[in-house]
């Protein structure tokens, strides 16, 4: 089995920052891409970022030049360094991994969420 387990949402003044951690464990071989996603009540999951097993990154545009994906690949570990915080960005946070298990090739796994709320 394969867990994402997900840190350091919370509340936070617009303008400020967080730092969202979130680290994959278990019946690990190899992990591929890994990502944020975020959702907000009655609208669809979307992507916030994501880095490849080689470090190439995808940002939305609407976080770009604000938030900085990075991996610790020895940790299988993922973060999310948020700055310049808007209210807009209120949302519950998820964690996603792209993982090569002993058994399973290039599954997706995503964490519990996390809550991050701006307020303004």
């Known amino acids: 089995q394969v867990q994402l387990v997900e840190s350091g949402g919370g509340l936070v003044q617009a303008g400020g920052s967080l730092r969202l951690s979130c680290a994959a464990s278990g019946s690990i071989s190899s992990i591929n891409s890994m990502g944020w996603y975020r959702q907000v009540p009655g609208k669809q999951r979307e992507l916030v970022a994501s880095v490849t097993s080689g470090g190439v990154t995808n940002y939305a545009d609407s976080v770009k030049g604000r938030f900085a994906i990075s991996r610790d690949n020895a940790k299988n570990t993922v973060y999310l360094q948020m700055s310049s915080l808007k209210p807009e960005d209120t949302a519950v946070y998820y964690c996603?991994?792209?993982?090569?298990?002993?058994?399973?090739?290039?599954?997706?796994?995503w964490g519990q969420g996390t809550q991050v709320t701006v307020s303004s």
């Open positions: 996603n991994a792209n993982i090569n298990s002993w058994i399973t090739v290039r599954k997706n796994y």
